[in-house]
């Protein structure tokens, strides 16, 4: 067992999209697609890559990924071995730094980010003998062609999130919540979504105003939108971004923060909520062993509360009691469903989007694909879902 980063150098998430700068991947290529020296196996040996967007120790979304690396390599030990690259552009980029995993050997690779998703798809239908795990690709969902060797996971985070919002609509004084988020794709929007209904749950005043980053990773506008939401009165912080600064900005100001994807409730106890995450390893360790044993194949995951696949990091110190045991219920009632189930919340009650329109009914049970597609925001959210 074994595992080595890439020689990669910090840079900026770009955009998840085919049409990156020509220019742009020359400069990258030589850095982020260094050679791992872990590439040698034995036999018997199993040899499994992950390409992550940001650092490692980003305090988010790739430190997140990479504990599910950890998690892997620590239930499998001798099974495998596993490498990483760090610091991968979307875009064309990742379609070297795939060929190189490839020659290197590894016959399962795991992507963490949208924008990975067509170099993936794309290398599987070459490499056929080589498995592909896309995290939060929405092709198969979608009904669209792909190679049978490619498969696609995710969760239910924004279901995590609707419990977030319970506890943020309760922490607001003047019924203004600011989230700075990355890019307006599905995910993101439901997300906001699904945090703006719980926070509308127990405060049908809440209103939330999401200003859009437009990068995964980068602390210094990460920050700067932070501070931006604070200036236009936003007395409650929810950073849907992969880095903590956004903490650091609620810490200065004293206003309660929420984070995503892991914990970070020791470095900002003083602000601290709590957050959405993912627990990515039990998944990974499952596919790796089915690759294993010969059993694997495309299942198109999708993970809830009821499998703890999603869930929520510690709660803060400054969490109210009452707050708390209104959380709880909610995760009990999650967790009574079947594995397969999430969203119990959007049919609550008729859901208007930001014009008024009713676009989910009472009752109304949403599909995957409900999810995979939704692009408007719910009504008392202020910002564009066009981004």
């Known amino acids: 067992m074994g595992s080595q980063p890439s020689n990669t150098r910090r840079r900026l998430r770009f ?9 742009a991947v020359v400069s990258l290529v030589a850095t982020a697609c260094s050679k791992s020296s872990s590439s040698g196996s034995s036999g018997g ?5 992950w390409i992550y967007v940001g650092p490692v120790n980003d305090g988010g979304w790739t430190q997140a990924h ?45 992507a963490t980010s949208y924008g990975f998703k067509d170099a993936m798809q794309a290398a599987a239908t070459a490499n056929p003998k080589v498995k592909f795990e896309m995290a939060t690709g929405d092709s198969i969902t979608l009904g669209q062609k792909v190679a049978s060797n490619y498969n696609e996971f995710y969760g239910a985070g924004e ?3 609707y419990v977030t919002g319970i506890a943020a609509g309760k922490a607001t004084k003047n019924n203004t919540i600011g989230v700075s988020a990355p890019f ?3 995910e993101v929007i439901r997300g906001i ?4 209904l719980g926070a509308q749950s127990v405060n049908p005043a809440a209103k939330v105003n999401v200003v859009w980053t437009k990068t995964w990773f980068d602390p210094a506008v990460e920050r700067k939108s932070a501070e931006s939401l604070v200036a236009a009165g936003a007395d409650v912080i929810f950073s849907h971004q992969d880095s ?22 020791g470095s900002y106890a003083s602000v601290w909520q709590t957050a959405g995450t993912y627990n990515w390893g039990p998944f990974e360790l499952s596919e790796l062993n089915k690759v294993i044993d010969g059993t ?14 999603a869930g929520l990091a510690p709660y803060g110190s400054t969490v109210a009691a009452g707050t708390k045991t209104l959380m709880d219920a909610e995760i009990t009632k999650a967790k009574a469903g079947k594995a397969d189930a999430f969203g119990w919340y959007w049919g609550l009650a008729d859901r208007q989007d930001q014009d008024g329109k009713t676009v989910i009914t009472k009752g109304q049970t949403l599909t995957m694909k409900d999810l995979y597609t939704m692009s408007y925001f719910v009504k008392g959210t202020t910002g564009s879902p066009k981004g």
């Not at 040996?45 to 890559?49: E, L, P, V």
């Not at 979307?90 to 290197?104: F, M, Y």
């Not at 903590?244 to 409730?265: H, I, M, R, T």
């Not at 694997?296 to 999708?302: D, G, H």
Request: aromatic share 10%; proline share 5%; charged share 20%.
């Open 244 to 265: 903590p600064s956004a903490g650091e900005v609620a810490k200065a100001n004293n206003l309660p923060w929420f984070g995503y994807d892991s914990d970070q409730s």
């Open 193 to 196: 979504n699904a945090f703006t």
């Open 66 to 110: 990479d504990a599910g690396r950890k998690y892997v390599e620590t239930k499998l030990g001798a099974k495998v071995k596993t490498t990483y690259k760090e610091n991968v552009p979307e875009g064309p980029e990742v379609a070297q730094v795939i060929n190189d995993l490839i020659k290197d050997g590894n016959t399962v690779i795991f």
């Open 45 to 49: 040996t199993i040899k499994a890559a």
């Open 296 to 309: 694997w194949k495309q299942n198109n995951y999708y993970g809830t509360i009821a499998d703890n696949f």
């Open 184 to 186: 307006a794709i599905p």
């Open 159 to 161: 279901d995590a999130l």
């Open 15 to 23: 955009a998840g999209v085919a049409a990156v700068a020509v220019l």
